[in-house]
């Protein structure tokens, strides 16, 4: 059968039914919870950002605020802002809380000496007692060339250095900045456990396709309730459920690195409404030219956009993969 | 100093270990990224072996197409490099 693509547009995301939407994700929730995997009520790790929110009101709304649990786990570089918003939200919704700081787990782990050695090796002045840092990816979209990070400190009185990181240091920040996700979901998993509950991901679309989540970390989960949704959507559906408005305004971040860092500059590259359409054209055969001719942008630029999209979903196979059994 | 068509046999060298090909499989004028031969990661790794074997710093403004984009583009691109730095 033949079906008519509708011409691209920049509305072409927008959810018209939101209630319908809604009632969708939470019998799907309940059928997973309840039905397929035998649990009695979920928990789910709220971060006071917009994905955990919106995750968490559906959950709620699918299991019921006395079968829900929120972990806030900030750790030594969360902003005090999140555990502050996490908290309004359960308050508002009206759910138990348990607050665990992870920082002496990762402390035990080596976490925060690991990376910090790590960013000293590039950039020697770093004095990880005094001076923030942050990885943020480098690439130039009319390059089609993948895309390497650099490490930038900021000193305390406001000095920022930047460098390119060498694939040695690279890793080593990133596998031990893997620590926090990975202890939150080991405790995550405490709490589910010790209450037969399911443990309830709050990983978006962009982030499942593109990679931008830990392998037994954050992404170590249950179910993935908002995996099938555009970010933009999510914050249709966040204006939908009610969530507070400070946790709507505030900008993505990753909570991750002791500088402020944004989903954008250390991952996606470009603001969520223009990779949410691109994301959409790429997947669904949409001429570039097309694209390109909607959202102002060049040609060449909507191609290596869909390049670097397909180039993340390849390279990322990996954190999705299932161990490997063997016949 | 090595010869462009040294350096091009050590790049090519390179490529066809980490991407797990035969020699004859890999074209010198080949999209490496862009056919998805070696990935960003296999990027980091390359600047390392650039870094190791030529003794060169590659800069991040200098990763672009034409200096990356195939093993005879970055061939050239090391070989002008290490030209620069015998002439400075």
């Not at chain 1, 949704?229 to 990753?254: F, G, V």
Request: glycine share 6%.
């Amino acid at each position: 059968m033949n079906t008519i693509k509708s011409p691209f547009s920049r509305n072409i995301l927008k959810i018209n039914d939101l209630e319908s939407l809604c009632n969708m994700i939470v019998g799907n929730i309940q059928d997973s919870v309840l039905r397929i995997l035998h649990r009695r009520g979920g928990v789910v790790g709220i971060s006071g950002g917009i994905d955990s929110s919106v995750t968490l009101a559906l959950t709620i709304r699918a299991l019921g605020n006395k079968n829900v649990l929120g972990v806030i786990m900030p750790d030594a570089d969360s902003s005090p802002e999140s555990e502050l918003f996490a908290q309004k939200l359960a308050d508002k919704f009206n759910i138990k809380t348990i607050l665990e700081n992870v920082t002496p787990a990762l402390e035990g782990f080596n976490c925060y000496q690991r990376r910090d050695e790590a960013i000293s090796r590039v950039i020697p002045e770093f004095n990880p007692n005094t001076d923030k840092a942050k990885i943020v990816i480098q690439q130039n979209m009319n390059e089609d060339i993948p895309p390497v990070f650099s490490v930038v400190v900021i000193t305390s009185d406001g000095k920022e250095m930047s460098r390119m990181l060498p694939a040695k240091e690279y890793l080593q920040i990133v596998a031990a900045t893997n620590f926090k996700q990975r202890s939150r979901m080991s405790m995550l998993y405490y709490h589910a456990e010790r209450l037969h509950y399911a443990v309830i991901g709050t990983a978006n679309k962009h982030e499942v396709d593109q990679g931008f989540f830990v392998k037994y970390g954050d992404g170590g989960v249950d179910i993935m309730p908002i995996g099938k949704l555009y970010k933009t959507q999510i914050y249709q559906l966040a204006e939908y459920l009610d969530i507070p408005q400070e946790i709507i305004n505030r900008t993505p971040t990753t909570d991750t690195y002791s500088a402020k860092q944004t989903q954008v500059e250390f991952f996606f590259q470009m603001p969520y409404e223009l990779l949410d359409l691109v994301d959409y054209g790429w997947e669904n055969d949409y001429e570039p030219t097309e694209v390109a001719l909607i959202l102002g942008k060049k040609e060449r630029e909507i191609r290596n956009m869909y390049k670097n999209l397909e180039r993340k979903a390849k390279t990322t196979d990996y954190l999705r993969m299932h161990p490997v059994f063997f016949e | 100093m090595k010869t462009e068509i040294e350096i091009l046999q050590g790049i090519r060298r390179y490529i066809t270990t980490s991407a797990s090909m035969n020699n004859n499989e890999l074209d010198d004028n080949m999209l490496i990224f862009n056919l998805g031969l070696l990935d960003s990661m296999g990027l980091l790794f390359l600047i390392d072996f650039i870094k190791e074997e030529y003794n060169l710093e590659v800069m991040d403004s200098e990763l672009v197409e034409e200096n990356f984009e195939s093993v005879k583009n970055i061939a050239s691109f090391v070989y002008k490099k290490l030209q620069n730095e015998i002439n400075s």
